[in-house]
């Protein structure tokens, strides 16, 4: 059974931040490595965001055009 250490010293603890920054250095790294190019996430979520955006916006349109297509023919029908 693994007991909780009660204090750490500066030597762990910078060990540990060393640790940490070379994880993360290696996540970077893998996420901007996609089949040997380098590549911007930034940009790519910008571009797949804009996507995003686009497909909501054509559902709104879709939505607006039957709600108004309902109300003429409740209209009509009165």
Do not use: N, P
């Not at 500066?10 to 060990?15: I, M, S, T």
């Not at 790519?44 to 349109?61: G, I, P, V, Y």
């Amino acid at each position: 059974m693994l007991l909780m250490r009660e204090a750490w010293t500066d030597e762990r603890l910078d060990d540990l931040s060393a640790r940490m920054d070379r994880g993360f250095d290696r996540v970077d790294c893998d996420i901007r490595e996609v089949k040997g190019e380098v590549r911007d996430l930034r940009t790519d979520m910008d571009k797949r965001f804009e996507r995003l955006e686009a497909r909501f916006d054509s559902m709104q349109r879709y939505a607006l055009g039957g709600f108004l297509t309902l109300v003429g023919l409740i209209l009509t029908h009165f």
